[in-house]
């Protein structure tokens, strides 16, 4: 009987053992798909000059007053090494969010007013942590990187900045053969997050550097605002 116990004993040790190793290889097969996945980004748009696309934007505020519902917009994006883009929203009302890398413009139509302020290195959060990856250096070196899900298809992945930033967090959604980016989310620091899908996606069409101006129309007001810090 004592021998029957040793055995059983040994038996569960063991199965012990397998099923933790067992457990242990999908976290190392997620660790090696996200560290290949993140060099794919990497290379992919360290080659990036400028990209434009069809996007659709979903925000989730938080705290008092907020909408428990999602916000949803829609529109075009054009956007341009160093810190140029251009936000056409369309749906689902017409606004335009515009810099040159050195003045920000927030144009709304509807309202008759153009707000304007200086481009900061912590400046308007647009929403696309795309935009933050362009014309990076290293990734691992500025963001600590942690794969939440990955197969052939697509990668998730959580990059939280290791300097002080004005947002949280970011994640982005990856073809993890090509490199591309096809979703994004933003999170800020009050936990309101910003999720952004592209669709037909263009790179490298040097765009003409008007697409990065603005002009306010004739009779609009124009608000100046502080830089942010």
């Known amino acids: 009987m004592q021998r029957l116990h040793t055995r059983l004993a040994i038996f569960l040790y063991t199965l012990g053992l397998a099923c933790a190793a067992a457990a242990a290889e999908p976290d190392a097969a997620l660790a090696s798909c996200g560290k290949r996945t993140a060099q794919a980004v990497q290379q992919h748009y360290g080659n990036v000059t400028d990209l434009a696309a069809e996007f659709v934007q979903t925000t ?103 300097a002080a930033a004005t947002y949280e967090y970011l994640v982005i959604w990856v073809d993890p053969g090509q490199g591309l980016i096809t979703r994004t989310e933003v999170v800020d620091l009050l936990g309101n997050r910003t999720q952004v899908e592209f669709h037909d996606m263009r790179i490298n069409q040097k765009p003409d550097a008007a697409v990065f101006r603005f002009e306010p129309p004739e009779g609009v007001s124009v608000v100046e605002l502080a830089p942010t810090s």
């Open 60 to 162: 989730r505020a938080v705290g008092p007053g907020s909408s428990k519902a999602p916000i949803a917009a829609s529109g075009t994006v054009v956007l341009q090494v160093p810190g140029k883009m251009r936000w056409t929203y369309e749906k689902p009302d017409p606004s335009l969010v515009v810099s040159d890398g050195k003045t920000l413009w927030i144009y709304d139509p509807g309202f008759g007013e153009a707000q304007k302020l200086p481009v900061t290195d912590n400046g308007y959060l647009s929403g696309a942590a795309i935009q933050f990856l362009l014309g990076r250096g290293n990734l691992a070196e500025e963001f600590d990187i942690l794969p939440v899900a990955c197969d052939a298809g697509q990668a998730e992945l959580k990059l939280t900045p290791k």
